[in-house]
Every structure is written in C-alpha cells, then in structure tokens.
C-alpha cells in the first residue's frame, strides 16, 4: 500500500513552516525558520522578501528530508500567510521597496484622518477596521509622504502574492488575503475602487482574486527542485493564516471559537455572509465562496509576558517562568494588568493605548505580576470574544492553538474565564494543518472541509472550574471599567 503524506507551507511574521502531515492530521515532520525583522524608525517595521522566499524553499526542503519521504508520496502542498504585509515590486517583478508587515504603525496619522472622516463607510463596506496594519492605510502613508518606492512602482502586494509570483509568475490573491488590505469588498468579492482611488492606485496594480481552492500552475522547474518536489505537483494558494488555523482546530460551526497566542494573538469565527460589528470592534475577512472569518486581533500576546520575563531577568525555560503564576490564586491578590505595551488592535483599535499595572501593594511579588500579565493578556482575548458573541452567540467550543496552548495553567485560566471547554489539538501547527487539508480539498482528495473534524488529532479537553469562574466574572468586570478608560485617555 502506497504512502501518501501532504505539506502545509505557513509564513508567518516571525517565522516561516514547513509542515509534512498524513492524510489523517498527524505531523510527520516540521521545519521552522526565523524571519528577521529590521526597525528603521520608531514604529517602522520591515522585512527582506527575497530572504523570506530562500527561508521558504529551504524549510520545504528540509521538512520533507527530516520526514524520510520521497518526493512521489507527497500529493499537495497547501499555503498559508500572514496577513497585512505590503511592498512595491517593478514591472520585472523586482522589489524595490522593503515588506512592510502588519506592525508596521508608520500611517497612525493617516488612519487617524480615516477614522475621523468617512471611517464608519469604509467599514461597513470592506468589514476591515481602520488601523496603521492594513495595506489600505499604508498606501495612503506611501501616497502623502511621496515614498519613492510608491511612486515607481508597477504592482503592490503581500509576501505570500510575492511568493506566488517568484515560483509561479503570477499575480493572484485569495478571498481572504484580499480582504485583509481593507481595498475589498467581502461581498461583491471585487476590489472597493473608490478606495483604490484615494490610495493613487489602480486596480490593475493589484492582484487578481482567486478562491483559496486555486491550484497554481506554471511551477518553475528550478523552484520545485530547490524545494525537492516534483512541478507537476498540485500546490494550493489556499488562504489566511487566521482562516486557517480556525479550519485546522476544526472550530468551522456555529458555536465553534478559535483562539491564536503566540507573540500576538486573535479570536475568530466562521459565520455566513458578512457581518460587522456595530462599534467596529471586529474584523469579518472574507474566507471562501459564501462564508467569513469574524474576529479581533491583539498585538499583546505571548509578547506581554516575553517582556516581563526579561524585565524580571529571569533566566529559566518559559515553562517554568510561568509555572510561578501556579502560587497565588485567581486575581492575583487584587493586581490587575492591562496589557496594551504594543498599542492595541481589537477591541479598542487604538495604537497610542499603553500597559498598565493596578492595585499594586508592597505584597505583591513576582509570582503575582506573572499571573497578572497572563490574566490581563487573557481578559483582553474576552473582552474581544464579547464584541464577536454579540454577532454569532455565544461559544459553546473553545480551540486554542499558539505557544501559550503547552501551559496547562493558561488552558484551565481560559476555561474557567470563557466558561466553556478547550480543546487543544496535539499539533501547535494548525495553520498549516489548515492549508494542507484545503489543498486536499482542491484536488479532490477529500469530500469537503468539514471532513478535518475526523482527521484531527485532539487531546482531552479543559473543563471550566465554576468556583474560579464566578470569581473571574467579578475580576472581569473591574478590567473592563480600566479598558474603557485606558480609551478615553488615550483618545
């Protein structure tokens, strides 16, 4: 009986994946390599693409070396990405401006002038909030500062469109990597060309939009063997790392919630059709034909307690550095955090926000501001989960993936905040997981998307304690009164 193995390709912002799986879920191998970030300027943030491509091929590569396959057993490959990054490329397909990435806070001011002016309209049209991460507003920065990169550029696109074109010499994007630039309308799935307008660009600049099943075509024979794959082999644009990643948890149904920690952090649903929140605290990207992702993304994750463990000089694995959090009791003896150090996107959309710390006494020790920090980072993946509850009901499953999902701690600090069960799959790899299983879809290799229900490898999952849980809604309600205020401050 021949073995059959498929790839998930994941390009994240700090690091890009290559991921062999069996037909079933289980990880045969991984390979990871970091991406390098430069800061040229306070809140700029850039990264090299023709680094990202070598990293890339490398990673698929040695995945499928480290996993002992041959090349005739792999069926597809599947991509994921990362989403928000933006930069020029010329008429030869050149770069000639760096990626600048989703953290990129460079055009605050030009978000700033949206939100005070027609911010409201352009919401409700493309469903993408208004902030300094999307492409919409880092070309109006390019526009009004007369970056000469913009000026001379032919096309402007996404690492993962960037990629594509490399190996494929094509421009395309999928629904939801489209829907990200805040340039496109989730319903019509055609590009917003007044928004086009007030950017300076032209829709021939841009990519065109393809469902995340497209199987690409035209593979360059040199590429594929870099990567050690056949060029006839299917490869899948597929889509979004955050769409993807609710797919490879398998939280695809009503009630189904999929929440991401690593650096940073989201929480995300898939609902049907389009909708938006009331007071723009959510993102809704469009996903395939007739569905979306609706969620909320936060800059301070895993990043938040990174900061407080080198604050503290505290040399020990992470592991061990949150185990301390263990010793003191839900609430942390009156210490609250808001964990805003990276300015903050959902649910408050406001850069110039700041962390703070509340209710310090000379009590408090290191364990109690370890609490307090994964508590703070927590609350905030509530509060965010509240405004998408009041457009999709409440969670009845919780899926967690990220690097915050090996704390059992954290898992139990979730349950017992959210009320509900958490699942974790046995692979942090969900994205890619995701990306493999929609290239599988593509080629028809399986039924549907639903079908990943039975082919993920799930460990047991976390109760909610109902004891810390009362406790947690009255410490709650205290961070909630904080955050509204930490708003109007910084207003």
């Given at each position: 009986?021949?073995?059959?193995?498929?790839?998930?390709l994941?390009?994240?912002?700090?690091?890009?994946?290559?991921?062999?799986?069996?037909?079933?879920?289980?990880?045969?191998a991984?390979v990871e390599k970091?991406?390098?970030?430069n800061?040229?300027?306070?809140?700029?943030?850039?990264?090299?693409?023709?680094?990202?491509?070598?990293?890339?091929?490398?990673?698929?590569?040695?995945?499928?070396?480290?996993?002992?396959?041959?090349k005739?057993?792999?069926?597809?490959?599947?991509?994921?990405?990362?989403?928000?990054?933006?930069?020029?490329?010329?008429?030869?397909?050149?770069?000639?401006?760096?990626?600048?990435?989703?953290?990129?806070?460079?055009?605050?001011?030009?978000?700033?002038?949206?939100?005070?002016?027609?911010?409201?309209?352009?919401?409700?049209?493309?469903g993408?909030?208004?902030?300094?991460?999307?492409?919409?507003?880092?070309?109006?920065?390019?526009?009004?500062?007369?970056?000469?990169?913009?000026?001379?550029?032919?096309?402007?696109?996404?690492?993962?469109?960037?990629?594509?074109?490399?190996?494929?010499?094509?421009?395309?994007?999928?629904?939801?990597?489209?829907?990200?630039?805040?340039?496109?309308n989730?319903?019509?799935?055609?590009w917003?060309?007044?928004?086009l307008?007030?950017?300076?660009?032209?829709?021939?600049?841009?990519?065109?939009?393809?469902?995340?099943?497209?199987?690409?075509?035209?593979?360059?024979?040199?590429k594929?063997?870099?990567?050690?794959?056949?060029?006839?082999?299917?490869?899948?644009?597929?889509?979004?790392?955050?769409?993807?990643?609710?797919?490879?948890?398998?939280?695809?149904?009503?009630g189904?919630?999929?929440v991401?920690?690593?650096?940073?952090?989201?929480?995300?649903?898939v609902?049907?059709?389009?909708?938006?929140?009331?007071?723009?605290?959510?993102?809704?990207?469009?996903?395939?034909?007739d569905?979306?992702?609706?969620?909320?993304?936060?800059?301070?994750?895993?990043?938040?307690?990174?900061?407080?463990k080198?604050?503290?000089?505290?040399?020990?694995?992470f592991?061990e550095?949150?185990?301390?959090?263990?010793?003191?009791?839900?609430g942390?003896?009156?210490?609250?955090?808001?964990p805003y150090?990276?300015?903050e996107?959902?649910?408050?959309?406001?850069?110039?926000?700041?962390?703070?710390?509340?209710?310090?006494?000379?009590?408090?020790?290191?364990?109690?501001?370890?609490?307090?920090?994964?508590?703070?980072?927590?609350?905030?993946?509530?509060?965010?989960?509240?405004?998408?509850?009041?457009?999709?009901?409440?969670?009845?499953?919780?899926?967690?993936?990220?690097?915050?999902?090996?704390?059992p701690?954290?898992?139990?600090?979730?349950?017992?905040?959210?009320?509900?069960?958490?699942?974790?799959?046995?692979?942090h790899?969900?994205?890619?997981?995701?990306?493999?299983?929609?290239?599988l879809?593509?080629?028809?290799?399986?039924?549907?998307?639903?079908?990943?229900k039975?082919n993920?490898?799930?460990?047991?999952?976390?109760?909610?304690?109902?004891?810390?849980?009362?406790?947690?809604?009255?410490?709650?309600?205290?961070?909630?009164?904080?955050?509204?205020?930490?708003?109007?401050?910084?207003?």
């Open positions: 009986m021949s073995r059959e193995f498929v790839i998930g994941d390009v994240g912002t700090t690091s890009v994946k290559a991921c062999v799986f069996n037909l079933h879920g289980k990880l045969i991984d970091v991406i390098i970030s800061y040229p300027q306070q809140g700029w943030v850039e990264q090299n693409p023709d680094e990202i491509e070598q990293s890339a091929i490398l990673a698929i590569r040695e995945a499928i070396e480290k996993a002992a396959i041959e005739d057993e792999i069926v597809s490959l599947g991509f994921s990405a990362a989403m928000h990054s933006l930069l020029c490329v010329n008429e030869e397909g050149t770069p000639i401006s760096p990626a600048l990435i989703w953290a990129d806070g460079r055009s605050y001011k030009q978000a700033e002038g949206i939100i005070n002016t027609i911010g409201n309209k352009v919401y409700a049209k493309t993408t909030p208004i902030h300094p991460m999307t492409p919409f507003i880092k070309l109006l920065w390019m526009k009004e500062n007369e970056y000469e990169p913009y000026k001379k550029a032919k096309y402007f696109m996404s690492i993962k469109e960037y990629l594509i074109q490399c190996w494929f010499g094509q421009r395309v994007i999928d629904y939801s990597m489209a829907s990200a630039t805040g340039l496109f989730p319903e019509k799935h055609k917003e060309l007044d928004l307008e007030l950017t300076g660009i032209t829709e021939e600049q841009l990519s065109e939009i393809v469902p995340l099943t497209k199987v690409l075509t035209g593979f360059k024979r040199e594929a063997e870099a990567m050690g794959i056949h060029p006839e082999m299917p490869i899948v644009i597929g889509a979004a790392d955050g769409q993807l990643a609710n797919l490879g948890n398998g939280a695809i149904l009503p189904e919630v999929a991401s920690v690593g650096t940073s952090g989201a929480i995300r649903q609902t049907k059709g389009v909708k938006v929140s009331e007071n723009r605290e959510t993102f809704c990207y469009s996903f395939t034909e569905s979306s992702i609706i969620g909320g993304p936060t800059n301070n994750g895993g990043i938040a307690l990174q900061w407080l080198d604050l503290l000089k505290d040399e020990r694995s592991t550095f949150l185990s301390d959090a263990g010793q003191v009791a839900p942390a003896d009156g210490l609250l955090f808001l150090l990276n300015g996107r959902a649910p408050i959309w406001n850069q110039q926000a700041k962390g703070n710390f509340y209710g310090v006494t000379i009590a408090h020790k290191k364990e109690h501001f370890i609490r307090s920090v994964l508590e703070g980072v927590t609350f905030n993946l509530f509060q965010i989960g509240k405004a998408l509850e009041r457009l999709a009901g409440e969670p009845q499953k919780v899926y967690v993936n990220g690097g915050l999902a090996r704390s701690l954290w898992l139990q600090m979730m349950a017992d905040i959210f009320e509900a069960e958490i699942y974790v799959s046995e692979s790899h969900s994205a890619a997981w995701g990306a493999a299983w929609t290239s879809v593509a080629i028809k290799k399986v039924d549907s998307f639903e079908e990943i039975q993920i490898p799930m460990g047991e999952p976390t109760i909610p304690n109902k004891e810390n849980s009362e406790l947690y809604k009255k410490i709650y309600e205290n961070y909630e009164m904080l955050a509204i205020d930490m708003v109007k401050y910084f207003k």
